[in-house]
């Protein structure tokens, strides 16, 4: 059974820095991307960045510059590495893994198959 489990979350003040942490267990192969999404109250979910198994990297323009993926795969382990909060970044945040057709699709929630439960990221001004 495929799994993959989030950490890392909290609240912190703008400016400040936090790291998630997203543990991927249960695959058979190791071809897949892990993406990272985020859903604010009343918006819908927004890819924030994603890395392929090749390493290929994308980044929302909201994020650029400020947040940082790496992938550990001796640990089957993604991070988010997330600095210079502000406000608006306050969502839920998943990690997802998949196999997206492409690189123009790794931001596109749909491309992927399992995700986790999320955690909360709380930014106070």
């Known amino acids: 059974e495929v799994q993959l489990v989030e950490s890392g979350g909290g609240l912190v003040q703008a400016g400040g820095s936090l790291r998630l942490s997203c543990a991927a267990s249960?695959?058979?192969?190791?071809?897949?991307?892990i993406g990272w999404f985020r859903q604010a109250p009343g918006k819908e979910y927004e890819g924030v960045t994603c890395i392929s198994r090749s390493d290929y990297i994308f980044y929302a323009d909201s994020v650029k510059d400020r947040f940082t993926i790496s992938r550990d795969n001796t640990k089957n382990a993604v991070f988010l590495q997330m600095d210079s909060l502000i406000p608006e970044d306050t969502a839920v945040y998943s990690c997802?893994?998949?196999?997206?057709?492409?690189?123009?699709?790794?931001?596109?929630?749909?491309?992927?198959?399992?995700w986790g439960q999320g955690a909360q990221v709380t930014v106070s001004s």
């Open positions: 249960g695959f058979t192969d190791d071809d897949y991307g």
């Open positions: 997802a893994a998949g196999y997206p057709a492409g690189t123009t699709r790794v931001k596109i929630a749909s491309e992927y198959i399992y």
